[in-house]
């Protein structure tokens, strides 16, 4: 269903996310300053509209389009990373 299949990729993302905050944390510290935080500060409004058009369209989907949806993005997130990781 839409639910279990939100409930799978939804904590995927975060992980991947918290992960990566972390380990450039631990490779990076000197990228975490005051400048880090007023950038995230600064993005957070701008990124607000995109993630509630993303909760409206969540609701307006069917079934079958929003697994074609999110495991399409999940698939040229990893295609894209593969790439960057040959070159």
Request: without cysteine; positive net charge.
């Amino acid at each position: 269903s839409k639910a279990a299949n939100r409930a799978l990729v939804q904590p995927f993302i975060i992980f991947m996310q918290i992960a990566y905050l972390i380990n450039n944390s631990i490779q990076n510290p000197q990228n975490f300053g005051a400048r880090f935080w007023l950038m995230l500060a600064l993005t957070i409004p701008v990124v607000l509209p995109g993630t509630l058009t993303g909760v409206w369209l969540y609701h307006k989907l069917s079934e079958r389009d929003f697994k074609r949806a999110a495991y399409g993005l999940l698939g040229l997130g990893a295609l894209a990373l593969v790439i960057r990781a040959m070159l």
